[in-house]
Antibody
Framework: QVHLVQSGAEVKEPGASVKVSCRGSGYTFTDNAIHWVRQAPGQRLEWMGW????????QYSENFQDRVTIIRDTSASTAYMELSSLRSEDTAVYYC???????????WGQGTLVTVSS | QSVLTQPPSASGTPGQRVTISCSGGSSNIGSNTVNWYQQLPGTAPKLLIYINNQRPSGVPDRFSGSKSGTSASLAISGLQPEDEADYYC???????????FGGGTKLTVL
């Protein structure tokens, strides 16, 4: 069974960085991209970027271009998303999801709550 | 700002048929396929419909999707209380070079 398991909740101060991990299991990790999507409280889903887990190429949303970095460790079947210069508006649940080209994101990780507060 | 437009809410009684619309443009729905996600309260989104009208294994055939031009719709027939959730449409957007999401539709089963 395919699973994505994310790291636990984080509390960060404004201006800090956060790094969230996403470990895949039940499939060949390098066969599919990993996307990152966030959801602020009561808000819509917002795509942040993705990584080709095979060769490591990334593509980021313009909304996060300067602040987000996505990497992967194929030996650990794990992708990481780091968001820097955090502000209160970055308080959200961050999800990773396996990309299946046209066929959507499936499955999703359980989500990681990141709270930005002084 | 979402590139795709959905009604913020929809409702129906058990057994009814409900339809949720998703409107986009030439750079997203008009040139790419549409996927739908169901998000139950407090959980991660789950793929419900992919490539416009395909159901992943395990998704009941009460759920169906369609696409025409720059719009798409999700239909739920035989509405059940457990269908109460948020529903999101998404399509790759060539101008964003990434997927755009709709704002989500909160479905209430009365």
């Amino acid at each position: 069974q395919v699973h994505l398991v994310q790291s636990g909740a984080e509390v960060k101060e404004p201006g800090a960085s956060v790094k969230v991990s996403c470990r895949g299991s039940g499939y060949t990790f390098t066969d599919n991209a990993i996307h990152w999507v966030r959801q602020a409280p009561g808000q819509r889903l917002e795509w942040m970027g993705w990584i080709n887990t095979g060769h490591g190429k990334t593509q980021y949303s313009e909304n996060f271009q300067d602040r987000v970095t996505i990497i992967r460790d194929t030996s650990a079947s794990t992708a990481y998303m780091e968001l820097s210069s955090l502000r209160s508006e970055d308080t959200a649940v961050y999800y990773c999801a396996r990309g299946r080209f046209e066929a959507g994101f499936d499955p999703w990780g359980q989500g990681t709550l990141v709270t930005v507060s002084s | 700002q979402s590139v795709l437009t959905q009604p913020p809410s929809a409702s129906g009684t058990p057994g009814q048929r409900v339809t949720i619309s998703c409107s986009g443009g030439s750079s997203n729905i008009g040139s790419n396929t549409v996927n739908w996600y169901q998000q139950l309260p407090g959980t991660a989104p789950k793929l419900l419909i992919y490539i416009n009208n395909q159901r992943p294994s395990g998704v009941p055939d009460r759920f169906s999707g369609s696409k025409s031009g720059t719009s798409a719709s999700l239909a739920i027939s035989g509405l059940q209380p457990e269908d109460e959730a948020d529903y999101y449409c998404t399509a790759w957007d060539d101008s964003l070079n990434g997927p755009g999401f709709g704002g989500g539709t909160k479905l209430t089963v009365l």
